[in-house]
Every structure is written in C-alpha cells, then in structure tokens.
C-alpha cells in the first residue's frame, strides 16, 4: 500500500480522500487543525446570526467511518523533510510515500498590525463566530451606554473589501437591521447605525461581469449600505477606521474581508513558492522541484492551463476538480501509466446580495439576477453541504428564517477560559 498524507482537510483535501479512498492500494492519513470540515461560502450566514456553525461544518471522523484505509490525525503542519520523506505536525510526525498539501489560505493584513489586532477577519468559523459575538456584544452596549459618541461608534459597521465575502456580509447586515434589530433593541436611541462597504477598486464584485457588479451596486444602495469605491482602508485605530482620502469613520467593528495569503509550507524549496505565497505546480499539481509532493487549491499556483496563464481564481470549484483529479492520477502514477493533465471547467460564479436578490454569471457569458438567481444560489450551496442532516438542518432553517425573517440565533456564547494549570 501506498501511503498517502493530506495536509488541509478543505474541497481539495476531502474530495481528493473521499475519491481515493474507495481505492485499496492506499492508506491515507489526513491532517487538518480542526477536527472538521466546514463549507466557507456560508460563513457570512454564521456571522450574522442567520445559521448555525453546525449547519455547515462536519466531523473528519464522521465522514471516514467505515472506509478501513482513511484516518484523520489532528494537527498542524511544523515542517516538511522532503529528504526523509516525513511530515511533521505539532502532535507528531508521518511517513508518507506522497505528500499532498491542500491548507488553503489565511487573512492578509497586508502588514497593517492595527488592522490585524482589531478587526474582525472573515476567513473560518471561529472568524464568524467571534464577528457575531462582537455585534451582538455591541448592540447590547450600545443600548446601556449615556455618550453618543460611543452609542455611534457600537451602531456602526465597516465592512473592508467588496468583494464577494463582503458583499454578502453587507447584505445580510441590512437585512438583519431592517427586520431584527429594530425589533430586538427598541430602546436603541437612533435606531440601527450605518453600514460602510469599503473597496479599493471601482467597482464590487471585481471578478464578475459589469452587469453583476452594477446589481451589487444598485441593491446594496438601495438597502441603505453606504458603498465607497476607489479608496482604500488605510488603518484602524481608538474604534476610528481611516480611508485612503484621510476621511475617518467612528466604528467598533471593522469587518476585514480584504485579501487572502496562502498558509505557509516549511521545508518545501524557496524556488517552489511565488506570488501570494502559492506553490508552483505543473499540469500534474506537483511541486517544482520535488518527486513526491503536490499541492492543490487555493494553495497552489498552476500557470499550465491554456485559459489561465496567469493562474487559476481562488475558487472552490477549482480546489474541488483538482482534488478529484489527482485522485484519478496517483493510482495511474503508482501504475506508470500517462497522468492527465489539469484543466479547469468553470461553471459559472454567483454572489447572494441580499434576500431574494443574487447574480449569477454563467460562463458561456450569460447573466441571470434577482428571485430565481437567488433560489439557484440557495440550491447550488445546499448540494456541496456535507452531511445530509445538516442538508436538511440547513434547507429548514432558511424556509423558516426567511419567512419569518426572524432567523432565532442571536445568542452571545463565549466559553468562560477554564485555568489550565489548577494549583
Ligand atoms: C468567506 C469566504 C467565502 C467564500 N465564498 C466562495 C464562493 O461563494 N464560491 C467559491 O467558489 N469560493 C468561495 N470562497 C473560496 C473558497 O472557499 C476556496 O477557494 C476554497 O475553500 C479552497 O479550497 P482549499 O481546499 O484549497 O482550501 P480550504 O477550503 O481553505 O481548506 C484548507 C483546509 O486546511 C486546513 N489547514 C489550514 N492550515 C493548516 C495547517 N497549518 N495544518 C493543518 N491543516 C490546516 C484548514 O482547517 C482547512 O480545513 C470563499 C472563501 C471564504 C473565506
């Protein structure tokens, strides 16, 4: 048996496991630094109180009950030694005769430490769950405190970057003030408080068609969202957000939804490692300058492909369609038998703006928006959901929430910190 170690149980790690592990000739170890799996494109939905964590997130284990040759090992990578053909993570070290990274990307503060020290980054669930926490937290501030200045400050919100991630917070953001917070908080003076959406370039949406942007644009402004364009976060100091024009906005809450980083690999050669810190890859996703490493997704960077010669988006399509394609390719290079080489079918990309409002961009260059956009949303994001309880959790907690437009999460839940060393 061949044995194989996945690091980043993400798209890429658990389609490449689950595909190749109804494959006997290998033993697959997958480590990931959660226990679980969980669906990013809905994180948004967990900031805002609108879902559960556990409608999107399901346990390694759980998934690879009763496939004998797929093992979990709960970890984070410390180092490669690519000589001895080890991986070390901080609860142990594997052999492995292939190595896989598949760990995605982290936040990018872009060496602003103000930025990184306070905002809110929206990148995993603990992300999302300290964001609702900290609005939730604010709002019931603000309902107590006697100052103004301050009552302004916890009412307003700062969301940084426009792109999909954003844009989304920000819709449902005004969602959640239009039905829930004037309801919830009455004795809230001045009612909800501004919503900013900040982002460099003109237009949101950057990666889709005009015609999706302008919908973005038109929605979000119509929803009260004070959308600014052309300017960029320049710092976050003292609840005071400060633009690229020097124009300064009181805010406990800066959303940072403004740019990604892939994680780092240790041990992999610096030759292998290029723009956002991706690693080069061939047509095959294996390392530059290695045998027996690859890497997938969001984390690598693969310029093979005749339509992306700048390489691919960082989209989950791709991590996906990667992950199921190496898993075809290791028994064929086991075999000594030709790999086939990477090419991405892109099926489109779409961006929920607000209920009963999305945009999909198909790739043939049609356009579709608003009701029946955004049933296709909610149906394309419910199939990719692990796990067909939380399919089901999640598919009856939207019908209600959206009927009712009375989602019933709005709970404030931090563990109290126990002593780790009671005397
Ligand atoms: C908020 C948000 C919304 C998004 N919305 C969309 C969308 O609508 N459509 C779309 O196509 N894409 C979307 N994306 C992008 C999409 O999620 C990524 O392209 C996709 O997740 C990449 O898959 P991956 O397998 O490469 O990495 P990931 O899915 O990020 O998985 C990486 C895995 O590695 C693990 N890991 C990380 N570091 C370590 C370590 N040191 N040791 C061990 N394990 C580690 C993580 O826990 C994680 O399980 C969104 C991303 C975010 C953050």
Avoid at 43 to 49: G, S
Avoid at 100 to 125: H, Q, S
Avoid at 265 to 291: C, F, H, Q, W
Avoid at 392 to 400: D, E, H, S
Wanted: one cysteine or more; charged letters at 20%; glycine letters at 8%.
């Amino acid at each position: 048996m061949k044995k194989i170690v996945i690091v980043g149980g993400g798209f890429a790690g658990i389609n490449l496991a689950n595909t190749l592990g109804k494959n006997k000739d290998f033993d697959i170890t997958l480590v990931d630094h959660n226990n679980y799996n969980f669906f990013p494109p809905l994180i948004y939905q967990v900031a805002t109180a609108f879902i559960e964590p556990s409608n999107i997130c399901y346990p390694f284990r759980k998934m690879f009950q009763g496939k004998p040759n797929v093992e979990f090992h709960l970890g984070s990578l410390v180092m490669i030694h690519q000589q001895a053909n080890i991986v070390e993570t901080d609860k142990g070290s594997l052999p492995y005769d292939y190595l896989v990274l598949a760990m995605g990307t982290e936040t990018n503060f872009f060496g602003n430490k103000n930025i990184e020290e306070k905002a809110y980054p929206m990148k995993n669930i603990n992300d999302a769950a300290a964001l609702r926490n900290h609005i939730l937290t604010s709002l019931e501030k603000a309902t107590i405190t006697e100052d103004p200045e301050e009552e302004k400050k916890l009412r307003n919100i700062v969301i940084a970057g426009g792109g999909a991630t954003g844009v989304e917070v920000a819709g449902m953001l005004s969602d959640m003030a239009h039905n829930i917070i004037s309801k919830d908080y009455p004795n809230l003076k001045k009612g909800v408080g501004r919503l900013y959406l900040i982002d460099g370039s003109n237009a949101l949406l950057g990666p889709m068609s005009q015609k999706a942007q302008q919908e973005a644009l038109k929605v979000l402004t119509e929803r009260g969202v004070d959308v600014i364009l052309n300017t960029l976060v320049k710092d976050y100091n003292d609840d005071i957000v400060t633009l690229g024009n020097d124009q300064t906005i009181p805010t406990a809450t800066l959303v940072w939804a403004s740019g990604v980083i892939a994680r780092q690999a240790p041990g992999l050669p610096e030759s292998s490692i290029t723009k956002g810190r991706r690693i080069m890859v061939d047509e095959y996703n294996k390392v530059a300058g290695t045998d027996n490493i690859f890497a997938l997704g969001d984390q690598c960077f693969q310029t093979s492909d005749a339509d992306y010669p700048n390489g691919h988006p960082q989209l989950a399509q791709i991590a996906i369609q990667q992950g199921i394609l190496l898993a075809e390719n290791l028994p064929r290079l086991v075999k000594q038998k030709t790999l086939n080489p990477f090419k991405y079918n892109n099926k489109g990309s779409m961006a929920a703006i607000a209920k009963f409002k999305s945009v999909i961009d198909f790739p043939k260059g049609g356009f579709m928006k608003g009701f029946m956009a955004w049933l296709t949303w909610l149906l394309i994001h419910l199939v990719p959901i692990a796990g067909s309880r939380n399919k089901f959790k999640l598919a009856t907690n939207w019908i209600v929430s959206f009927i009712t437009n009375d989602p019933t999460l709005r709970l404030i839940l931090e563990p109290e910190k126990k002593d780790s060393n009671p005397s």
